[in-house]
């Protein structure tokens, strides 16, 4: 046999074993599935483990509805069985770590079995294709380790970025720190007590990036937030902070990401980002007070 002849038929065998490798498959529920990467020896995923994945979800004619890749925010999420059968979650319990695959799915099914109307960029009768690269799966030990080493890592981080801002704007004699992280610099003092836990209060705020860039504002809205501070309604930082402010008074607070959105991106906040916020403690009312727990009657 010629070379050249050999060398064709390689080049055959190999385009044969690259189209077997990456097409469509269907799963005994239906679900039709394309294969890109797969380590037969890597870490499977199994139900109830946390998946860490990248992905970009397309409709039928091929726009992007979700990039994970270009938000910069993979998906984490807690492996449960498919609220129906051929289903997206049983796509990922194919896979494994480092694996990548596209799953199409009916759109049609896909809205009619989890109860919601079909949104106008989805065509009746058209798939859906959801391409996913797995980045990590961790046991729910595991993954709750993995969180609090990286806070424990992120908090020091923190601590020295707020301090070199407090530097650089001479705000180090007037700033507050808590074992929290939190810092406190007060601008205009108050009078009177502070509020605690249950009270209503009334806020003016700016929020910004320490780079001076503004996302957010209650004055762009006309009126002061109000809200009932220790319910958790606000992130942990605004809780700890106005607290520690009494009526009248204006301060800047300085949040460290874990007293703040975290690790994970929240709108144009990226994760693991410290914030700074302009307060302004308006006014403040007690709030009514919770029932008190029941009674065990009396033996």
Known sequence: MKFKTIGYAIGITILAAACNKYRTQVTENGLKYQLFEHDDDAR?????????????????????????YKDKNPVKMVLQAGPYKGSFEEGLTLLSTGDS???????????????????????????????????????SEEFQKQQADAGVKQKAIDAKIIDEYLTKNNLKGKARKTASGLTYVPQTEGTGPSPTAGDNVKVHYTGKFLDGKEFDSSKSQGKPLELQVGTGMVIPGWEEGIMLMKKGEKGLLLVPSGL???PEAYGPIPGNSVLQFEMELIDFSKGQARPAAPQMPAR
Do not use: C, W
């Open 44 to 68: 499977k995923a199994k139900l109830g483990d946390i998946i860490s994945f990248h992905l970009v979800l397309k409709n039928g004619t091929d726009s992007t509805l979700r990039d994970t």
């Open 260 to 262: 703040g959105y975290g």
């Open 101 to 139: 695959a596209k799953f199409l799915i009916n759109a049609d099914t896909l809205f009619s079995k989890i109860g919601q109307q079909m949104p106008p960029m989805i065509k009746k009768g058209s798939e859906l294709s959801f391409t996913v690269k797995v980045l990590s799966i961790l046991t």
